[in-house]
């Protein structure tokens, strides 16, 4: 069973930054795929950002330009960095693996906790 746990959520006024980790209890050689999910109140949880273990990265249109995903296949661990906040990053962020980029985009095979960000006005 593979663990994720995330840390570096917290509360920022907009326009300040977060840089979000996540540690997984596995080599990243088993884990194909990783990224975020944000899940804001009374909403969806979206994929905001993912990487793969060669490092492509994908990012959802509201945050491109802002945030950065960065992955270390030694530590085992993803980061996002998070710039420019907005009120509508608002949410909790999950840290999700998959094994390939398809099933992360539509069911993560492992969630970590969840982390909450609140960005405010």
């Known amino acids: 069973q593979v663990q994720l746990v995330e840390s570096g959520g917290g509360l920022v006024q907009a326009g300040g930054s977060l840089t979000l980790s996540c540690a997984a209890s596995?080599?990243?050689?088993?884990?194909?795929?990783m990224g975020w999910f944000r899940q804001a109140p009374g909403k969806e949880r979206v994929l905001v950002s993912a990487i793969t273990y060669e490092g492509n990265k994908k990012y959802a249109d509201s945050v491109k330009g802002r945030f950065t995903v960065s992955r270390d296949n030694i530590k085992n661990t993803i980061s996002l960095q998070m710039n420019r906040l907005e009120r509508d990053d608002t949410g909790v962020y999950y840290c999700?693996?998959?094994?390939?980029?398809?099933?992360?985009?539509?069911?993560?095979?492992?969630w970590g906790q969840g982390t909450q960000v609140t960005v405010s006005s």
């Open positions: 999700a693996a998959a094994r390939s980029s398809l099933v992360l985009a539509t069911t993560p095979d492992y």
């Open positions: 596995v080599q990243a050689a088993a884990i194909y795929a």
